[in-house]
């Protein structure tokens, strides 16, 4: 079995500009996304903006649900704390100076 070199360059240029596009593409987690963030809007939509949280945690006291997500990216760190499902406070912050 031989292998066409043409064909093998095509593929790896495909590939290249794949991961161009992707890398391009950058994190979900950024001032502009956050700015987005809506009190009482549903967790839904949020993971729908920023795609699957980095941490969570849940608690349940006397019939509330609350919840606390939490995005780590290259350009900060967006927490969210929501109640019931909906959001009720949010916060972000950049990342801090490296030396």
Known sequence: MTTNPLRTCHVVIALFLMLFILAACGSKVNESNYGKIEIDMTEEKVKSLLGA???????????????SLKWVGKDGTINVQ?????????????????K
Do not use: D
């Open 53 to 67: 949280p980095t941490e969570l945690s849940n608690i349940n006291v006397a019939g509330l649900s609350g919840t």
């Open 82 to 98: 929501f109640l019931n499902g909906k959001v009720k406070a949010k916060a972000f912050s950049k990342p801090s100076a490296q």
